[in-house]
C-alpha cells in the first residue's frame, strides 16, 4: 500500500507518539506481529494504528518491495 512503498508517510495516520510507541514495543519484543504488538500496547491502540506504524517503519528502513 501508499504508507508500506513510502508514498505516503504513516504521521498523516497516527501520531508520531503513537509511531514511536509501536516501534519501541515490536523492538522489545522482536516482532511486527500484530498480536503481540496489540497485547503489550492495550486498548488504547487500534489495529490500524500498529499497520500504519509499522509499514511506514519498514518502508523508512528500506524493508518493503515498492513493487509491490
Known amino acids: ?31 511486527f506481529q500484530l498480536g503481540p504488538i496489540k497485547s503489550a500496547l492495550g486498548d488504547e491502540f487500534t489495529y490500524s494504528d500498529i499497520r500504519f506504524a509499522v509499514a511506514g517503519y519498514l518502508a523508512e528502513e528500506g524493508k518493503v518491495n515498492s513493487s509491490s
Open 1 to 31: 500500500t501508499y504508507v508500506a512503498t513510502g508514498k505516503l508517510k504513516s504521521n498523516r495516520f497516527v501520531s508520531e507518539e503513537k509511531i514511536n510507541q509501536v516501534i519501541e514495543v515490536a523492538r522489545k519484543l522482536d516482532t
